[in-house]
């Protein structure tokens, strides 16, 4: 977004001249709803290994909303119609079992196939569309309004509420899918119903960071997360933490910079995620390093 000014030293300057603008605190409200939605089901998918369900189904974001302006409707209309179909689909026809993966995985890229040429063919139907095209691909925070943000917090709260419900089985399930039904878990079913809710969480983060860029917050911070710690609690609320950090930074320099909301909050999910690997590693040498001291110790 064109900024009157640039950037200052003052970090509350910068803030105080981005909030004059109802338009960014919008965006600030957006931003933050999804990004702790994001964070808790990205989270679950990540654990689940299912990081290409989920980008397919963020994919399916864009011929929905294609469809909805072809159709004269809102694109939010569009997204959740679609991410949630296609959501349904995969866990409806894929299989658990021997091979299940396998299958989930085909039956995954042939929904992503078909889904990307629908939304070209919509494109190519609403010649107009053509201008909006990179919005739907790579977001954008511009005319969020309060009746958004009002849909938004709705859906996220709906969402939350289910995941909270079933938080603790579907982790046992995602863990060892094999004991948990062996123990009663309706591990088919809690499948089928988080792919579901990641439907309509893509469909959310989709109308902020774009269809190819959902995963910037789907994916990122979870992953990051679980790099630093295997508690799942703590691992939980430092992707919510990192998912709302990179949001609120990458909302800002898009306010100070030509580029767009989505590479902003890509970049920096990235650098997070390329931080927590180098603290990894440091941490790894430094065990090891100590390991060899206590060797020599007991050796001599």
């Given at each position: 977004m064109p900024a009157d000014s640039g950037l200052s030293w003052n970090p509350l300057t910068d803030i105080q001249q981005?909030?004059?603008?109802?338009?960014?605190?919008?965006?600030?409200?957006?931003?933050?709803?999804?990004?702790?939605?994001?964070?808790?089901?990205?989270?679950?998918?990540?654990?689940?290994?299912?990081?290409?369900?989920?980008?397919?189904?963020?994919?399916?974001?864009?011929?929905?909303?294609?469809?909805?302006?072809?159709?004269g409707m809102s694109a939010s209309w569009g997204y959740f119609g679609f991410c949630v179909g296609a959501g349904a689909v995969i866990?409806?026809?894929?299989?658990?079992?021997?091979?299940?993966?396998?299958?989930?995985?085909?039956?995954?890229?042939?929904?992503?196939?078909?889904?990307?040429?629908?939304?070209?063919?919509?494109?190519?139907?609403?010649?107009?569309?053509?201008?909006?095209?990179?919005?739907?691909?790579?977001?954008?925070?511009?005319g969020v309004t309060p009746g958004d943000i009002a849909v938004l917090a709705a859906v996220a709260a709906a969402v939350l509420i289910v995941m909270a419900l079933i938080g603790r089985p579907l982790l046992f399930a995602s863990v060892d899918p094999a004991v948990a039904e062996a123990r009663g878990v309706p591990a088919r079913a809690l499948g089928v119903l988080f792919l579901v809710l990641l439907g309509a969480t893509t469909a959310e983060v989709s109308q902020i960071t774009g269809s190819l860029l959902v995963f910037a917050l789907l994916v990122m911070p979870a992953a990051t997360a679980q790099r630093l710690t295997a508690r799942p609690g703590l691992s939980l609320v430092l992707s919510v933490v990192f998912a709302l950090a990179v949001t609120w930074f990458g909302l800002g320099a898009a306010y100070f910079s030509p580029y767009p909301i989505g590479f902003w909050i890509t970049t920096f999910a990235f650098g997070c995620?390329?931080?927590?690997?180098?603290?990894?590693?440091?941490?790894?040498?430094?065990?090891?390093?100590?390991?060899?001291?206590v060797e020599a110790l007991g050796a001599s």
């Amino acid at each position: 977004m064109p900024a009157d000014s640039g950037l200052s030293w003052n970090p509350l300057t910068d803030i105080q001249q981005m909030w004059q603008l109802d338009s960014m605190v919008n965006a600030y409200r957006a931003g933050t709803i999804v990004a702790v939605l994001a964070a808790v089901v990205g989270w679950f998918m990540v654990l689940r290994r299912q990081t290409f369900a989920g980008h397919t189904v963020a994919l399916a974001g864009f011929p929905g909303a294609a469809a909805a302006v072809f159709l004269g409707m809102s694109a939010s209309w569009g997204y959740f119609g679609f991410c949630v179909g296609a959501g349904a689909v995969i866990a409806v026809l894929a299989r658990n079992g021997k091979g299940g993966m396998a299958e989930e995985s085909a039956l995954t890229g042939i929904v992503q196939a078909f889904t990307l040429a629908c939304g070209m063919l919509f494109v190519a139907l609403y010649k107009g569309f053509l201008n909006g095209v990179n919005s739907l691909l790579f977001g954008s925070f511009l005319g969020v309004t309060p009746g958004d943000i009002a849909v938004l917090a709705a859906v996220a709260a709906a969402v939350l509420i289910v995941m909270a419900l079933i938080g603790r089985p579907l982790l046992f399930a995602s863990v060892d899918p094999a004991v948990a039904e062996a123990r009663g878990v309706p591990a088919r079913a809690l499948g089928v119903l988080f792919l579901v809710l990641l439907g309509a969480t893509t469909a959310e983060v989709s109308q902020i960071t774009g269809s190819l860029l959902v995963f910037a917050l789907l994916v990122m911070p979870a992953a990051t997360a679980q790099r630093l710690t295997a508690r799942p609690g703590l691992s939980l609320v430092l992707s919510v933490v990192f998912a709302l950090a990179v949001t609120w930074f990458g909302l800002g320099a898009a306010y100070f910079s030509p580029y767009p909301i989505g590479f902003w909050i890509t970049t920096f999910a990235f650098g997070c995620y390329l931080l927590a690997n180098v603290y990894g590693f440091l941490a790894r040498s430094r065990g090891t390093g100590r390991r060899h001291v206590v060797e020599a110790l007991g050796a001599s």
